[in-house]
């Protein structure tokens, strides 16, 4: 006797049994009692919301309406807490926490792990002391003067904007002289993208084929999709599968590509006995001079990340400033007084770090738009040891994921006064110092943010170069809204202002020169 089974009324049964009788049956059966948490919409019952979210851009707001409506522990997929509160943050992401990295991390990886993406503590911390060196404040100050001649070449740009009476889109600009900052900085490589206007790259196949391509574009639309994807660990290989169709993958691949040309490049200029001082040194030599020993692909993966870490997070600060700036005239106002008594009445160029890197008002003004719009606005997800752990007075079970959502605590106004209000004079009133607990732009911990010293670097010395130099005027108005998509970062839209040189102290007819 033989039995005929049906082929689709039993995949019909088997794909609802996987989308809605399994995920119903662990929502009741609830054995790490999340339940007890809130949940919007089906969040408690399938990543699949999660993912929608995400995929739409949507992941901050809607995660930030459900802490509004639900409180301030929500639950946002089936294994997934959202917690807004001073203690969640030391729980989750201090010094010596028990939570590790969250499976998330593995929509980052290629064929190696970067030190972003390693979820192993061991091995995480391997990488993160190759580094360590290369990104201390001292080796960061020596390499200064690649910052100041990048600058001044965004600089000749603006002043040719204003010389042909031309709208310049100034988010697209910061984003080219992001590239070529991170160009010199990692690879000791011009990449000459403010220059030409355009972030077009060589970019090489691993059997050595070389082709052009544009890595802004291709770079937001790989974090869009493995962003999505990564909210699904256990299926990330057939989800990615399934849409192989999307964009995004050949994006990420893309991407590699260059930075594989990038690497042998570098390492091309070093076997030629170049000495060069930059991040990638630290990835071919030991700090006592010995080769490292590095397989390519990791040093491909690593470099990966610097070159996305690097230049996406800062833009989206350096736009966020000069966007807000230009919203809250009273702040810009006093940031170029500030500025006009430290830099003198006769310079107007790129100033050195060392003249404005204790400029508190500065300071505070990035700090500020730090807060409003960080660059990376989602929680990070990390996951409780096996045991589980507490966090902010609950007892959590193990291997449930957790996060903080940094635009929610940064528009907390319990912790923030007056929360949508630009007013950079709340880093330097008295509790300033209790407001930092609960600033997180660079995450916080042994897994924050290696790059802040660099970071502070070329933020302070473009937002002082460009508020010193220039008036903004938004092209559309004052009016004007600046547009963000999220994926893992928060990437700014469009911003096309008009500029004019500003008239202070200076000679003025040597002004009226120079922009005539
Ligand atoms: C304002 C600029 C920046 C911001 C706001 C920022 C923010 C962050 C955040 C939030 C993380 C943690 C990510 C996570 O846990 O998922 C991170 C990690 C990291 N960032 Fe940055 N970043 C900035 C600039 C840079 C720069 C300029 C570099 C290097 C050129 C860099 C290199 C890294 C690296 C290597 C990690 C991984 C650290 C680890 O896990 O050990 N970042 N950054």
New binding site residues.
């Given amino acids: 006797m033989t039995f005929h089974i049906p082929l689709w009324e039993t995949t019909v049964l088997l794909l609802l049994g996987a989308v809605i009788v399994w995920p119903v049956f662990n929502y009741f059966r609830d054995r790490k009692r999340l339940r007890r948490f809130p949940a919007p919409s089906v969040a408690g019952f399938t990543n699949i919301w999660m993912m929608y979210q995400q995929y739409n851009h949507n992941r901050v707001l809607a995660t930030h309406d459900a802490h509004q409506k639900l409180g301030k522990a929500v639950r946002v997929g089936p294994n997934h807490l959202s917690f807004i509160s001073r203690q969640a943050v030391k729980d989750i992401y201090g010094h010596g926490t028990a939570a590790q990295?969250d499976k998330f991390?593995i929509s980052f990886t290629g064929t190696h792990e970067s030190?972003?993406d390693s979820t192993d503590r061991q091995a995480?911390g391997e990488?993160?002391k190759r580094?360590a060196a290369a990104?201390a404040q001292k080796r960061v100050s020596d390499m200064e003067y690649l910052v100041s001649d990048d600058v001044q070449k965004l600089v000749n740009r603006f002043d040719e904007a204003i010389l042909n009476d031309k709208v310049i889109n100034v988010r697209w600009y910061i984003n080219m002289l992001l590239f070529d900052l991170?160009g010199h900085?990692?690879f000791s490589q011009s990449l000459g993208c403010v220059e030409r206007g355009d972030d077009m790259m060589v970019a090489q196949k691993l059997d050595g084929t070389k082709y052009e391509t544009k890595p802004a574009n291709a770079l937001r639309n790989s974090l869009r999709i493995g962003s999505t994807m990564g909210w699904a660990p256990s299926l990330f290989q057939l989800n990615k599968r399934l849409t192989w169709w999307h964009p995004g993958w050949k994006g990420g691949a893309d991407f590699n590509s260059i930075v594989l040309h990038m690497v042998r490049t570098r390492l091309e200029k070093e076997q030629q006995g170049a000495e060069l001082n930059d991040?990638f040194k630290s990835l071919v030599w030991t700090k006592d001079g010995g080769p490292l020993g590095l397989e390519i692909g990791e040093m491909v993966a690593e470099c990966a990340?610097?070159l996305n870490?690097?230049s996406d997070?800062?833009t989206i600060?350096l736009v966020g400033t000069m966007f807000l700036l230009t919203k809250w005239p009273d702040a810009a106002k006093k940031l170029r007084e500030e500025l006009d008594m430290a830099l003198g009445d006769d310079f107007d160029g790129v100033p050195a770090f060392d003249s404005v890197k204790n400029l508190p008002y500065l300071r505070a003004c990035v700090d500020e738009a730090?807060r409003m719009r960080?660059?990376?606005r989602g929680g990070?997800p990390r996951v409780t040891p096996k045991e589980g752990m507490q966090i902010d007075g609950e007892w959590i079970a193990g291997n449930t994921t957790v996060s903080v959502p940094t635009y929610s605590l940064h528009h907390d106004a319990d912790l923030f006064k007056d929360p949508w209000t630009y007013r950079p004079e709340r880093w330097l009133e008295e509790n300033a110092a209790e407001l930092q607990s609960v600033f997180i732009?660079?995450?916080a911990g042994g897994?924050?943010?290696?790059?802040?010293n660099?970071?502070y670097l070329?933020?302070l010395v473009v937002v002082s170069t460009l508020m010193r130099r220039y008036d903004f005027e938004f092209e559309a108005g004052p009016g004007f809204e600046l547009e963000t998509k999220d994926t893992v970062n928060a990437h700014p839209g469009p911003m096309m202002m008009k500029l004019k040189r500003r008239k202070f102290g200076m000679d003025l007819e040597k002004v009226d020169s120079a922009t005539a």
């Fill in positions: 990295k991390y030190s972003l995480h990488k993160r580094l990104f991170t900085l990692v991040f990340l610097l870490a690097g997070t800062t600060v730090m960080p660059p990376l990070l732009p660079f995450s897994r924050g943010c290696i790059g802040r660099v970071s070329e933020l």
